[in-house]
């Protein structure tokens, strides 16, 4: 349910309000926009009655929320969320953002060339798997706690923030100076990894399942803010089709029906989303156009010899090119 309130209401009546929806045990949350005030009631509403908030001085409007998703759904909270990274680095509401590097971080000399090349052509934060969650237990498991300590060096050269994959929680301690926690598509509906990340006070980059439906997405992520995060990105990453000729489809119509159910800033995964690196280009260009808040993007100081996703990975020059597109396409991008 969401009350929307007059202009300056007085402050006794509102306390009074807020006090009599606690004690029906409903939690509270309040967005101040430009041009209202809106309370967003979480919790089992069905026995208030709407009619008497109605009738209150103090209250303009009330509706009840259809939607499961409370915390991230736009209509508790009108304006685009802007997810702040760094006092620099903000995503969402306007701030477009570009995360690169490699599928996983592989040597020093690796993860910190690439650093500086994706830097150069204008990435804003820097993304490396320390822990990768591969389909075969034979294959690269990544460098883990090892791989961690190279990103951070990574982090210390470029000056980037960084942004790498939690599989587990035990693990959570290793990424104390992590900029961007991020949940792969394999997790996002581990609960108990969402809850724990809710309690913490880092942006979690959430990605989509590989067959889950927008509102699994935003449930899930609505179990990140239900414990108190807020700083929650979506990310569009492709999803498993009849079709094999990609290794996933992208789903572009996402980023605009997304941006209506939600005000959490959402980016686009070309790479994973084909698994092609020559389909990485468009792709991007459209994500653009469709709006999307930023990209993910993968690459590799020398593709063809990478230890995981070398076929969709671009070559630094390919991705500077991506970035010079990108720019192009930006003033023209869907807005809503
Ligand atoms: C990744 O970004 O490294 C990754 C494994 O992606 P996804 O979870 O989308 O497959
Ligand atoms: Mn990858």
Redesign the pocket.
Known sequence: MIVVLKDNPDQKQLDNLVSWLKSMGLDIHFSKGETATIMGLIGDTSTVDIDLINSLDIVDTVKRVQEPYKNVNRKFHPEDTVVEITDDVKIGGGNFQVIAGP?SVESEEQVCLVAREVKKAGAGLY?G?AF??RTSPYAFQGMRDEGIKLLLEAKEQSGMPIVT?VMDISHLPLFENVDVI?V???NMQNFELLKELGRIDKPILL?RGLSSTLQELLMSAEYIMAGGNERVIL?E?GIRTFETATRNTLDLSAVPLLKTMTHLPVIV?PS?ATGISGLVKPMAMAATAAGADGL?IEVHNDPSSALCDGAQSLTPEAFADVMRSIEQIRPYAYRG
């Open positions: 599928c993304r798997g990768k969650p994959e991020q792969g598509a394999r990605k990310c990453r995964d994973h993910m």
